[in-house]
């Protein structure tokens, strides 16, 4: 199922990778879309400044090469291919997992204009497919063929261009690579006019798009990887030593607001005298005591000697009185029937 490939589903599929791009611009900028949806979101910004026809390589997650090799013409790529080929025959020579390869723009208006260079590209055309053949049989790479995007003929900048690269003249070259065998010498094809013809009015130069219209071709190779390359190999977890996460300072910390809870009878490890303040006549332990001392009445244990209460103040008379009353009303609660079996069960429970 198409789904959008996030930078953590990437590095699940390419890590300990080595994957190439070899090709011409067209290729580049989908070069530049994957790296950009592998964390390097400044790849293929616009800059006048860096040189345009030239090899890149970037390392991602410190364990994945990724190239591009500036191959523009089919015997650039032939070479490239062929000579990757040779190399993967010593054990030394990393092979690649995933070859990338795009062109035909620049055969179409370069080396395209006589018989004789027609028959000499188809032958290249032909060797190439070979290659891409070998690449997978001697030692399992992944070859993938990028179809160039739709051609905007109206806003081709240069008389030589708009000669020898319309639309129309793209489309049989793109025929050309299919009747030679590129097609079917492919691990996987994608069609670049299927994701550029409902966008040709945004090609600023006739050849080229906003660099996010690339991203689409990029996200249908990352789906492609589930079946181009074989499961990826999952470093076992490797969990923390025991007391890596310590904290000392903390853990003195704790036992101090422990101790305070404990010697205070402070449910709330001391905090519950801050608010006695704020509020006069309540304290944390007179709490504990009220909570818990007829429990322990009934149940023969002696309890902390409460020590002797200190006389209320004029103010607090009327309060004092008021606890006394409800008490009162409580103990005769306790003498009806129904409540004396209630604390009879509790404190068979409690035995």
């Known amino acids: 199922r198409f789904s959008h490939r ?12 080595e994957v190439v791009f070899i ?27 860096s040189p345009k026809h030239a090899d890149i390589s970037n390392t991602l997650w410190g364990t994945t090469p990724f190239n591009f090799k500036w191959a523009p013409l089919a015997v650039d790529q032939l070479s490239i291919l062929k000579e990757m080929n040779q190399k993967a025959e010593g054990a030394e020579f990393r092979r690649p997992d995933l070859i990338f390869l795009g ?3 620049w055969d179409r208006l370069h080396v395209y204009a006589t018989d004789e260079d027609r028959q000499s590209h188809a032958a290249t055309l032909r060797e190439l497919g070979r290659e891409m053949q070998r690449a997978q049989m001697e030692y399992g790479a992944a070859v993938v063929w990028f179809i160039p995007t739709t051609i905007n003929s109206q806003a081709l900048n240069t008389e030589e261009k708009r000669d020898h690269l319309r639309e129309e003249d793209m489309e049989a070259m793109r025929a050309v690579y299919a009747r030679n065998g590129i097609l079917s010498s492919s691990s996987f094809v994608i069609d670049g006019p299927a994701f550029t013809s409902s966008r040709v009015v945004e090609s600023y130069d006739g050849i080229h798009y906003p660099i996010r219209v690339y991203d689409a071709g990029a996200q249908i190779l990352f789906n492609a990887l589930d079946w181009l390359l074989p499961p990826a190999i999952v470093e076992p977890a490797t969990p923390p030593r025991v007391g890596k ?21 402070d449910g709330f490890l001391g905090f519950s005298y801050l608010a006695s303040l704020f509020v006069k006549g309540v304290m944390p332990r007179d709490l504990y005591e009220e909570a818990f001392s007829a429990l322990h009445k009934k149940l ?32 005769k609660a306790k003498k009806s029937p129904r409540n004396r079996n209630v604390d009879e069960e509790m404190a068979a429970l409690l035995t």
């Open 6 to 17: 996030n930078e953590a589903k990437l590095k699940q599929s390419l890590n300990r990778r």
């Open 23 to 49: 090709g011409d611009s067209m290729t580049r900028y989908v070069y530049h879309a994957s790296v950009r949806a592998m964390g390097i979101n400044e790849s293929g910004a616009y800059d006048a400044t």
């Open 103 to 105: 062109g035909g723009a």
């Open 245 to 265: 996460m310590a904290n000392p300072n903390l853990g003195l910390m704790m036992l101090i607001l422990v101790l305070i809870g404990l010697v205070g009878f």
């Open 300 to 331: 023969g244990i002696a309890g902390p000697s409460p020590g002797p209460m200190p006389e209320p103040s004029s103010e607090e008379q009327p309060r004092a009185r008021s606890r006394k009353k409800k008490a009162a009303t409580s103990a």
